[in-house]
């Protein structure tokens, strides 16, 4: 028994490496990458610390290279989430009375594995699997995860150590359980980074999860598993499916145990699933917390006395990095008519630039879309634009499935502010530009907060300081990251807080004390050490 308060002080943020010609790193990843392509993965489900196999196996295939099978994931079905959820429940005691400085050790070690032994596997996995860039991986699956898994650690350190004031006599404090019964944490595609800390942050504070990932970041994702394994992580504390979305939904959302669900995905996912925990609400122990980030239309608004060399590479890297697949991509953008030749004329220049094609080759800055679906649904508003006379492709267009889902970077001129690649997420690489007049300002503002039901992040370009000032105060519901002379997407973790409200979520912040607060139920206690014999007060004499 220790009789110690263990803080844990604030991390730096991890590293980014280069990945540079000439690198160590660079040499140490692309044989990575070759040795993953030479093997074929069989991965199980892991429930209560055994690897779990099924009968039915779902092949992996990288979306650049769709020949090529990575391996297969064996999925499972209902009997599994129950497995899951039971496996949980029975490892809840003892992981919530578990020390939280042993607790934290297991993070902090898988935090530590990512930046040393895994991290040229954990970034290989991401790209093959989900078709990232090597820059795009480390800032996502080695350095976001690390990061995320280590200030995490020390957030909830701060927590413990917030206590009551105690006047003489009284002793004051405040507990901070788990809590009771299981999370539900269902992760998306497009960041590992955001898959690992979903799970993590509710398990950091005591609770156990039942994890289900996206079915094309299951190959970073088991990975990842394998190094919380290795870390210490106890069995059953976090459990590892593959199954339905519907299948999970009914089972879980049905379960008098749900304690809470931290998601990540689309609006219309989300929205079902409060619907259907508002409908089963007399079902459960306690009131579940529902955390969730979803889509976003994230805009950049230029002003007329705005670096155009700043806003070019900038739409450039928030609308294209990643294919746009991120619910922060830059999707929609204002121009001043002074400025607007000038940047449409270097934007278009910088995306001819832009080399696209598999992650294994590092010269090429733009990779395929995760699947299908998405390229389909992708180049069906490409289609739409080409055909309607009111809207200009300026660059791009082009799209192609042969060998994989790659989509050209495109950049598109709306004459209609409320044309449809201007409202609707598309979540790929596709900018719509629209010029306003130098001398309409204002309604360009109205038109900026209003044009979309989302409010994630958004960005603002000027230099003129007073400008910045009232647009800052005009936008403020119009994002829950607002970036000055910066691209709206990039967060990183102790420095932005992530995370919007309106239709893009619940804006709980992750990587931040905010968000931890939401997996954790205080417990106030006062002991009173010398108590009153007479109920008597002295007003009654």
Partial sequence: MNNAYFYFPKPENEPVRSYAPGTAERAGLKAQLDRMKKEVADIPMYIGGEEVRTARQIALHPPHERKHTLGSFHQGGRE??????????AARAQWADTSWE???????????LLATRYR?????????????????????????????????????????????????????????????????????????????????????CGNVVVWKPADTQVFAAQLFMQVLIEAGLPPGVINLIYVDGPVLGEVCF?????????????????RTMWKTI??????????????????????????????????????????FEYQGQKCSAASRAYLPSSLAASVKERLVA????????????????????????????ISGYIDRAKQDPGVSILVGGEYDKTDGYFISPTVI?????????????????VLTLYVYDDNKFEEILELTDSTSGYALTGAFFARDRQVIERVTRRLVNSAGNFYINDKPTGAVVGQQPFGGARASGTNDKAGSLLNLYRWLSARTIKETFVPVTDYRYPFLG
């Fill in 80 to 89: 599994h989430v129950e497995q899951a959820i039971a496996a949980a429940l």
């Fill in 102 to 112: 042993h607790r934290a050790a297991v993070f902090l070690k898988a935090a530590e």
């Fill in 120 to 204: 040229y596997a954990i970034n290989a996995a991401t790209m093959l699997g989900q078709s990232k860039n090597a820059f795009q991986a480390e800032i996502d699956s080695a350095c976001e995860l690390i990061d995320f898994l280590r200030f995490n650690v020390h957030y909830l350190s701060e927590i413990y150590a917030q206590q009551p004031y105690s006047p003489p006599g009284v002793n004051n404090r405040m507990e901070y359980r788990p809590l009771e019964g299981f999370v539900l944490a269902v992760t998306p595609f497009n960041f590992s980074a955001i898959a690992g800390n979903l799970p993590c942050s509710a398990a950091m």
């Fill in 254 to 270: 049905s379960h008098p145990d749900f304690a809470g669900i931290h998601f990540t995905g689309s609006t219309a996912v989300f």
């Fill in 278 to 319: 508002g409908e089963n609400i007399q079902v459960y122990k306690s009131y579940p917390r529902i955390v969730g980030e979803t889509g976003g239309k994230d805009f950049v608004l230029v002003h007329a006395s705005a670096d155009v060399d700043a806003v070019v590479a900038n739409l450039a890297r928030g609308a």
């Fill in 350 to 377: 910088a995306v001819k630039s832009m080399k696209m094609g598999p992650v294994e080759d590092f010269g090429n800055f733009i990779n395929a879309v995760i699947d299908e679906r998405a390229f389909d649904k």
């Fill in 413 to 429: 001129e709306a004459s209609d502010p409320r044309y449809v690649t201007l409202c609707e997420e598309i979540f790929g690489p």
